[in-house]
Nanobody, 114 residues
Framework: QVQLVESGGGLVQPGGSLRLSCAAS????????MGWYRQAPGKQRELVAT???????TYAGFVKGRFTISRDNAKNTVYLQMNSLKPEDTAVYYC????????WGQGTQVTVSS
């Protein structure tokens, strides 16, 4: 069955970096666009970045220049490199497979605090 498993979250100080990973299984990963979303406490889930099957990327305005989405089709994994982290980046981060029937991972917590 389709599985998306996020990892790499944690506690980091403002200005620090983290790299999130989302390992996919159960489908032909290279054929699908993927995305990263986040949800902060009391807020709606919001789009962070997307990457198409061909590697085209898009970013939300609030992360452009700080975050980089990438994929490794040989490893069935999508990444989110996050630099210059701010306290307002604190959230649970989810990866998503874009398809007629979307698939979501369980999320990984990112906390930015001194």
């Amino acid at each position: 069955q389709v599985q998306l498993v996020e990892s790499g979250g944690g506690l980091v100080q403002p200005g620090g970096s983290l790299r999130l990973s989302c390992a996919a299984s159960g489908f032909t990963f290279s054929s699908y666009a993927m995305g990263w979303y986040r949800q902060a406490p009391g807020k709606q889930r919001e789009l962070v970045a997307t990457i198409g099957s061909g590697g085209t990327t898009t970013y939300a305005g609030f992360v452009k220049g700080r975050f980089t989405i990438s994929r490794d089709n040989a490893k069935n994994t999508v990444y989110l490199q996050m630099n210059s982290l701010k306290p307002e980046d604190t959230a649970v981060y989810y990866c998503k497979r874009y398809s007629v029937v979307s698939a979501w991972g369980q999320g990984t917590q990112v906390t930015v605090s001194s």
